[in-house]
């Protein structure tokens, strides 16, 4: 075996030349391995005693795209064009191994190739768009070449890989391997010789390209096709306009319009926070003080007290990743309607095709519904989703340290409360843990882990894993009222709410922060929530908030009354303006002695999002999330902050943290010490840094 750089080797296996690459964990591109790669092609191309080439890697993963720390450093070569040109040009077939993820600039460099094979289990796919930037090796010109145009734009502007079996039927790969992949890859390599099968270049075909040079009318279809998904976002316009390069350039002047393009994104600012976001979001999934090889409780089985909205949300998620789940209620008829509510979440997805009718009878079979609690006696997890009320929530925790078995984890869904003052109550607070869902639990990404100081490094580091295996997108946050999400949310509601006293209305609020990226702005969210639960916690506090309390001692629950700081036509979920709540709003305003003035959509962006990156500052001054990247993660999974702004943290960072010091500092003096910069807000202010 050669060494041909540091990451990859070449070795003659009888008459097929193995270029191999070594690179863990995934593979990437590097410097290095893409000239190992080109080195490599050389060594076969001149090695006279073999007459094709396999490209094949070591590890989990085939090439899982360019090396994403690179990008932003001084170009090095070879580019990957570079290196895909001489894969493409080689006078000898190359034929791509694939196993694992075939991503990115992984997946173009197969598509250089003259051939692929792949194992079942295998993954290919472009997912540069959610990078921020498109598929910049070739990938929009080569793609379409080989699956055509819709399948293209699809995969392009989605993001979303297709399995093995799906390739072969579009003939993105060449055959479907069992067993060993190199040696498949070999037998492949010298079938093509022993047939004297051409060196089949892709950038040479164009035969499936004439179904669009047919219809031009279906880029724009497309475009109409993803907008509402793709709102705010730029890469996925570029990428729909590479492809139609691949239709109207020939094939050297179409990569130089993919490079244009991609150039473009990647020095832009959404494509800088959607790369910090990738790296954010692992990173999250690590806690400082809990090493890697913490040893991990065993999760066979899940109990979860509680089967409404959030417990069978909550259920969902471990049934569908293989854990059976006792859920329990005090009476039958809730436990029914519980039942019955995940089973028609269930049914609604299998009709939209999205979910097998067996995988949701294999949910279903895994689901052991009861009205006793002692049944939860053997399982390896508790998770607690019931009313939020300490006391009790306190005596449930009681019970359950009774029932549960030696070792078993006792977590709550609690979004408020401490949940060190729950564990106390036990004798097993090291393993108490909070495990914050969202709702609707099913769908939404994030699990805001909430430790306690007791709280085990085992329990931590198993509820890290277990956020994984139900495909959840955790990060550990320590305790404090509303934790780390709704903390900075209730500082955003503040301010909505403030500012519509002062002269905004509800519809310029939202507009404002809908227009920012945010999926909805705070009073249509808090239409759709509901209205009258944010009334209890007030009542229950003894507080008051004279816009919100008319709304509801009016009925205005939001959606589900047809009315709240909308109103909703029957059966829509459209908000439309209503003069009863601006009268509502006009009364407030005069009783609270406000002179009511016109307010810029700049003051209401900077006086929704400012506090929320103060408070941010001062959980991390508190030490309560680790990271600023860990509060961008919650921001974004949980609340649906655009990726490409980064999350609050990061889009401070790109206004300039000094930027947001200073009109806080402005602010403060105008409305008072509400705004006082955070210490650490001001510290790295001054010091001209970034949160990190
Ligand atoms: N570059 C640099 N580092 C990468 C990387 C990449 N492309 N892909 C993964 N990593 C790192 C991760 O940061 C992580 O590092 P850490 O252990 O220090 O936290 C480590 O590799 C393992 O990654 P995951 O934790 O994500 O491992 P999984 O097994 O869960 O997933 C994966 C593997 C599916 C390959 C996933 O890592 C992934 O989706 N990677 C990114 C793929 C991608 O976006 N490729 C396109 C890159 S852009 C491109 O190719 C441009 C081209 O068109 C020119």
Same mark, same amino acid.
């Given at each position: 075996? !050669?060494?041909? !750089?540091?990451?990859?080797?070449?070795?003659?296996?009888?008459?097929? +030349?193995?270029v191999?690459i &070594?690179?863990?964990p995934?593979?990437?591109?590097?410097?290095?391995?893409?000239a190992g790669?080109k080195?490599?092609i050389?060594?076969?191309?001149?090695d006279?005693s073999?007459?094709?080439i396999?490209?094949?890697?070591e590890?989990?993963?085939?090439i899982?795209?360019?090396?994403? !720390?690179?990008?932003?450093k001084?170009?090095?070569?070879p580019?990957?064009?570079?290196?895909?040109g001489a894969?493409?040009?080689?006078?000898?077939?190359?034929?791509?191994?694939i196993h694992?993820?075939a991503l990115g @600039?992984?997946l173009?460099?197969?598509l @250089?190739c003259?051939y692929?094979v792949?194992?079942?289990a #295998?993954?290919?796919g472009?997912?540069?768009?959610k990078?921020g930037?498109l598929?910049g090796a070739?990938?929009?010109?080569?793609?379409?070449r080989?699956?055509g145009?819709?399948?293209a734009?699809?995969?392009?502007?989605?993001?979303a890989?297709?399995g093995a079996?799906?390739?072969l039927e579009?003939g993105?790969?060449?055959?479907?391997?069992?067993?060993?992949?190199?040696a498949?890859?070999i037998?492949?390599?010298?079938?093509?010789v022993?047939e004297?099968r051409?060196?089949?270049?892709?950038?040479?075909?164009?035969d499936?390209?004439?179904?669009?040079k047919?219809?031009?009318g279906?880029?724009?279809?497309?475009?109409?096709s993803i907008?509402r998904?793709?709102?705010g976002f730029? #890469?996925p316009?570029?990428?729909?306009?590479?492809v139609e390069?691949?239709v109207n350039?020939p094939?050297?002047?179409g990569l130089?319009?993919?490079?244009?393009?991609?150039t473009?994104?990647?020095t832009g600012?959404q494509?800088?926070s959607?790369r910090?976001?990738?790296?954010?979001e692992?990173q #999250?999934?690590k806690?400082?003080?809990v090493?890697k090889?913490t040893p991990?409780?065993?999760i066979?089985?899940?109990?979860?007290?509680?089967?409404?909205?959030?417990?069978?949300g909550?259920?969902?998620?471990?049934?569908q990743?293989?854990?059976?789940?006792t859920?329990?209620?005090?009476?039958?008829?809730a436990?029914?309607?519980g039942?019955a509510?995940?089973?028609?979440n269930?049914a609604?997805?299998?009709?939209?095709g999205?979910?097998s009718q067996d995988?949701?009878?294999r949910c279903m079979?895994?689901?052991t519904?009861?009205?006793s609690?002692?049944?939860?006696k053997d399982?390896?997890?508790?998770?607690e989703?019931?009313?939020?009320?300490m006391?009790?929530k306190?005596?449930?925790f009681?019970k359950?340290?009774?029932i549960c078995?030696?070792g078993?984890i006792l977590?709550?869904?609690?979004?408020t409360?401490?949940?060190?003052e729950?564990g106390?109550v036990?004798?097993?607070?090291?393993?108490v843990i909070?495990l914050?869902?969202?709702?609707?639990?099913?769908v939404?990404?994030?699990l805001?882990?909430?430790r306690?100081?007791?709280?085990s490094?085992?329990?931590?580091?198993?509820c890290m894993?277990l956020?994984?295996?139900?495909?959840k997108?955790?990060a550990?946050?320590?305790?404090?009222?509303?934790?780390v @999400?709704?903390?900075?949310?209730?500082r955003?509601s503040?301010q909505?709410t403030?500012?519509?006293?002062?002269?905004a209305?509800?519809q310029?609020v939202?507009?404002?922060?809908?227009d920012f990226?945010?999926?909805?702005?705070?009073?249509a969210m808090?239409?759709?929530a509901? &209205?009258?639960?944010g009334w209890r916690?007030?009542?229950g506090?003894?507080? !008051?908030?004279?816009?919100?309390?008319k709304i509801?001692?009016?009925?205005?629950?939001?959606?589900?009354t +047809?009315s709240?700081y909308?109103l909703?036509?029957?059966?829509s979920?459209t908000p439309t303006p209503?003069?009863?709540?601006e009268e509502?709003?006009?009364?407030?305003s005069?009783?609270?002695g406000?002179?009511r003035r #016109?307010?810029t959509?700049?003051?209401?962006?900077?006086?929704?999002?400012?506090?929320?990156i103060n408070e @941010?500052?001062?959980i991390?001054e508190?030490?309560?999330?680790t990271?600023a990247s860990?509060?961008?993660?919650?921001?974004?999974?949980g609340?649906?902050?655009?990726?490409?702004?980064g999350?609050?943290?990061?889009?401070a960072?790109a206004?300039?943290?000094? &930027?947001?010091y200073?009109?806080?500092?402005?602010?403060?003096?105008k409305?008072g010490d509400y705004?006082k910069?955070a210490a650490l807000?001001?510290k790295?202010?001054?010091e001209?840094k970034?949160f990190?």
């Amino acid at each position: 075996m !050669t060494a041909i !750089t540091e990451f990859v080797s070449y070795q003659a296996e009888g008459s097929v +030349g193995v270029v191999t690459i &070594n690179n863990p964990p995934v593979n990437a591109l590097s410097a290095g391995v893409r000239a190992g790669i080109k080195g490599g092609i050389e060594a076969a191309v001149a090695d006279s005693s073999v007459t094709s080439i396999v490209l094949h890697c070591e590890g989990r993963t085939f090439i899982a795209g360019a090396d994403i !720390t690179e990008f932003g450093k001084p170009p090095q070569e070879p580019s990957l064009h570079q290196v895909i040109g001489a894969i493409e040009l080689s006078t000898k077939p190359v034929v791509a191994a694939i196993h694992g993820t075939a991503l990115g @600039g992984g997946l173009e460099t197969a598509l @250089g190739c003259h051939y692929r094979v792949a194992t079942p289990a #295998a993954k290919v796919g472009l997912p540069e768009v959610k990078l921020g930037i498109l598929p910049g090796a070739g990938g929009t010109q080569r793609l379409p070449r080989v699956v055509g145009i819709p399948m293209a734009l699809q995969m392009i502007t989605s993001g979303a890989p297709i399995g093995a079996k799906k390739a072969l039927e579009v003939g993105l790969v060449d055959e479907v391997a069992e067993g060993d992949l190199k040696a498949a890859a070999i037998a492949f390599a010298e079938k093509v010789v022993a047939e004297g099968r051409p060196l089949v270049k892709i950038s040479d075909r164009d035969d499936k390209l004439q179904e669009a040079k047919d219809n031009p009318g279906i880029f724009d279809e497309f475009r109409k096709s993803i907008a509402r998904r793709t709102r705010g976002f730029e #890469a996925p316009e570029n990428c729909i306009k590479a492809v139609e390069a691949s239709v109207n350039l020939p094939f050297p002047e179409g990569l130089a319009r993919e490079r244009e393009l991609f150039t473009e994104l990647v020095t832009g600012e959404q494509s800088k926070s959607q790369r910090y976001f990738f790296f954010a979001e692992r990173q #999250a999934a690590k806690i400082p003080d809990v090493p890697k090889d913490t040893p991990l409780i065993d999760i066979k089985t899940a109990g979860i007290i509680g089967a409404g909205t959030m417990g069978g949300g909550i259920a969902m998620n471990f049934l569908q990743a293989g854990i059976p789940v006792t859920i329990v209620e005090n009476n039958q008829e809730a436990l029914d309607n519980g039942v019955a509510l995940i089973k028609k979440n269930y049914a609604a997805t299998v009709s939209k095709g999205r979910m097998s009718q067996d995988a949701m009878d294999r949910c279903m079979s895994l689901l052991t519904p009861t009205t006793s609690l002692e049944d939860v006696k053997d399982v390896d997890i508790v998770i607690e989703a019931i009313f939020e009320n300490m006391e009790i929530k306190k005596e449930l925790f009681g019970k359950l340290d009774e029932i549960c078995k030696d070792g078993a984890i006792l977590a709550t869904n609690t979004s408020t409360l401490d949940v060190e003052e729950i564990g106390d109550v036990t004798k097993r607070p090291e393993y108490v843990i909070g495990l914050h869902f969202f709702s609707p639990a099913n769908v939404m990404r994030l699990l805001e882990e909430v430790r306690t100081t007791k709280t085990s490094k085992s329990v931590m580091a198993t509820c890290m894993a277990l956020a994984k295996r139900i495909g959840k997108v955790p990060a550990m946050v320590g305790v404090c009222e509303g934790f780390v @999400g709704n903390r900075i949310l209730h500082r955003r509601s503040e301010q909505a709410t403030a500012l519509i006293m002062e002269g905004a209305l509800p519809q310029d609020v939202d507009r404002v922060l809908f227009d920012f990226g945010l999926p909805m702005g705070p009073f249509a969210m808090s239409d759709l929530a509901g &209205n009258d639960v944010g009334w209890r916690i007030r009542q229950g506090k003894g507080e !008051t908030s004279p816009i919100a309390d008319k709304i509801c001692e009016m009925g205005r629950f939001g959606q589900k009354t +047809g009315s709240g700081y909308y109103l909703y036509k029957e059966g829509s979920r459209t908000p439309t303006p209503d003069p009863v709540v601006e009268e509502i709003i006009m009364e407030a305003s005069k009783e609270a002695g406000i002179e009511r003035r #016109a307010i810029t959509d700049e003051e209401i962006l900077q006086r929704c999002v400012y506090p929320m990156i103060n408070e @941010g500052a001062k959980i991390l001054e508190e030490g309560i999330a680790t990271r600023a990247s860990d509060i961008d993660v919650i921001w974004v999974y949980g609340y649906g902050w655009p990726i490409y702004r980064g999350g609050p943290m990061q889009y401070a960072n790109a206004v300039g943290l000094e &930027n947001v010091y200073n009109t806080l500092l402005d602010y403060q003096k105008k409305y008072g010490d509400y705004f006082k910069p955070a210490a650490l807000l001001e510290k790295l202010a001054k010091e001209g840094k970034e949160f990190s």
